[in-house]
């Protein structure tokens, strides 16, 4: 309790007094039909000093009330039109100007109602500041008792049980209410999403019936598109509307940008042959993320822009080859991943279309090859090893061993040097697992020339050769197998 402020004991004939006091506090959320959706206390029950203006009472509670993660935009602006009113009259309306210049509050015509407000505010039990904002309403009811020395202490305190048990009612009786109401706003709000989603799911599924029976099969094998990315999304300016036929005779069920008349957002369109996109679009065009299936059931799906595959993507040929990796208008380029109905996999860079740059290709038998490619081909420096145990490290082109190379057997045979169109070519030494060497001129892929022959016991010896054939004794000498 604390001794009543000097501004009041005029009206207390001068006594000595103290005085209790205690309000409700709410921060109410409005919807457009009715007046409150929701109302949450946000201050129960407190003895205060009345010399304190009850608005920076309340500014003090929506300031705790921040602190627990309410919507803060709101309660900033309220706290800013509290702040506001504890100010003198002069103040309140230089305030108001300037807050109109920087756009922050009302038009200044409404600056005189709001001041009307705190006066009776300041004057009366019961108040309600309205419009704080669109979607808010601000609302505080207080009851003040008052103790004069006339009154028993005992009389002071069954005032103050009564009020205080009225005031509990009332929250109760109000926290109640906004209990119900948004209890059956959730659940319209409910339904309404649910007929919704109902009734796109059927329209889309009438769409598919024009597509062609190649189309409806594949959608039926892949699933829907929409079902992965999830129900139609609201965006300002942008609508739904029910399915229309185009120019090109092509159907179209989506949304689409009011103002310029174009698709925007996402919806299918069926073409007159068949084929049918799913996904997003901007200015009537595929862009972002979209399925397309051809006529001929080949499907491609993932990112697109202006109506072409670009960016992240995979595409399914009927062949069941599958490509996954990066596009560049509708074209493969950077990295991706392609297989082959027959098992074959290739995981590596793409450029326009083709493989270019380093990658490894992978054949069903077990051959590998990882190294360079140019359009498609093995082509630069690369690996290529067999499941025997076989093994090229060297240069490539056109998918044949050409230029220098190393080759190696399981056995421990070797071959270092020169190759044109996958055949030993030019100068190149062959060694034996014992030792033994040949070093010298190839041709064909045989001994051919001049070239020296080292035995196994270091002994060197120098000949003629021709077609793998000694045409001059020099000593016996294994063939290359």
């Known amino acids: 309790m604390e001794t009543l402020p000097n501004c009041f004991k005029d009206s207390c004939d001068h006594e000595a007094a103290y005085f209790s006091e205690s309000h409700d506090v709410y921060l109410c959320k409005k919807h457009r039909k009715n007046k409150y959706e929701d109302a949450i206390p946000i201050k129960k029950e407190e003895t205060v000093d009345r010399n304190i203006a009850i608005l920076q009472q309340a500014s003090d509670v929506l300031s705790s009330f921040i602190k627990k993660g309410r919507n803060k935009d709101v309660i900033e602006e309220a706290k800013l039109l509290i702040e506001q009113f504890t100010k003198d009259t002069d103040e309140i309306q230089v305030d108001f100007c300037k807050a109109k210049e920087s756009n922050q509050l009302y038009e200044i015509g409404k600056v005189q109602k709001r001041m009307d407000e705190v006066r009776e505010l300041l004057d009366t039990q019961s108040v309600f500041i309205k419009l704080i904002s669109r979607w808010f309403w601000y609302s505080m009811k207080k009851t003040i008792i008052a103790k004069f020395p006339s009154m028993s202490t005992e009389k002071f305190s069954e005032t103050q049980s009564t009020c205080s048990k009225k005031s509990k009612k009332r929250r109760k009786e109000s926290n109640s209410s906004a209990r119900s109401t948004e209890s059956k706003s959730k659940g319209k709000s409910q339904k309404k999403k649910v007929k919704k989603e109902s009734k796109f799911k059927q329209e889309k599924e009438d769409m598919t019936q024009h597509a062609n029976d190649r189309v409806k099969r594949k959608c039926e094998e892949l699933g829907g598109y929409g079902d992965r990315t999830g129900s139609q999304t609201s965006q300002d300016g942008v609508e739904e509307r029910p399915l229309v036929t185009l120019q090109s005779g092509a159907k179209y069920l989506g949304q689409w940008n009011i103002e310029k008349n174009t698709k925007q957002g996402k919806g299918i369109q069926v073409w007159p042959d068949g084929s049918m996109y799913e996904g997003y679009w901007d200015y009537s065009k595929a862009n972002g993320l979209g399925r397309l299936i051809h006529a001929d059931g080949e499907v491609y799906e993932g990112e697109w822009l202006d109506d072409k595959a670009h960016g992240r993507g995979i595409y399914i040929h009927l062949d069941g080859s599958r490509y996954e990796g990066e596009w560049y208008k509708d074209t493969k380029h950077g990295h991706g991943i392609e297989t082959l109905p027959d098992g074959s996999r290739y995981e590596g860079h793409y450029k326009r279309g083709s493989k270019t740059g380093r990658g490894t290709f992978k054949w069903p038998d077990g051959r590998s090859y990882t190294g360079e490619f140019l359009d498609d081909n093995i082509h630069g420096e690369g690996t290529?090893?067999?499941?025997?145990?076989?093994?090229?490290?060297?240069?490539?082109?056109?998918?044949?061993?050409?230029?220098?190379?190393?080759?190696?057997?399981?056995?421990?045979?070797?071959?270092?040097?020169?190759?044109?169109?996958?055949?030993?070519?030019?100068?190149?030494?062959?060694?034996?697992?014992?030792?033994?060497?040949?070093?010298?001129?190839?041709?064909?892929?045989?001994?051919?020339?001049?070239?020296?022959?080292?035995?196994?016991?270091?002994?060197?010896?120098?000949?003629?050769?021709?077609?793998?054939?000694?045409?001059?004794?020099?000593?016996?000498?294994?063939?290359?197998s």
């Open 384 to 480: 290529y090893e067999w499941p025997d145990g076989r093994r090229y490290d060297g240069q490539w082109e056109n998918n044949k061993m050409h230029g220098i190379g190393i080759f190696t057997w399981k056995d421990g045979r070797k071959y270092e040097g020169e190759y044109i169109n996958d055949q030993k070519e030019g100068n190149g030494t062959f060694t034996w697992p014992d030792g033994r060497k040949y070093i010298g001129d190839w041709h064909f892929g045989k001994q051919h020339g001049v070239g020296a022959y080292v035995t196994s016991k270091r002994k060197e010896r120098k000949g003629e050769w021709d077609s793998g054939k000694r045409i001059k004794p020099i000593e016996k000498i294994e063939e290359q």
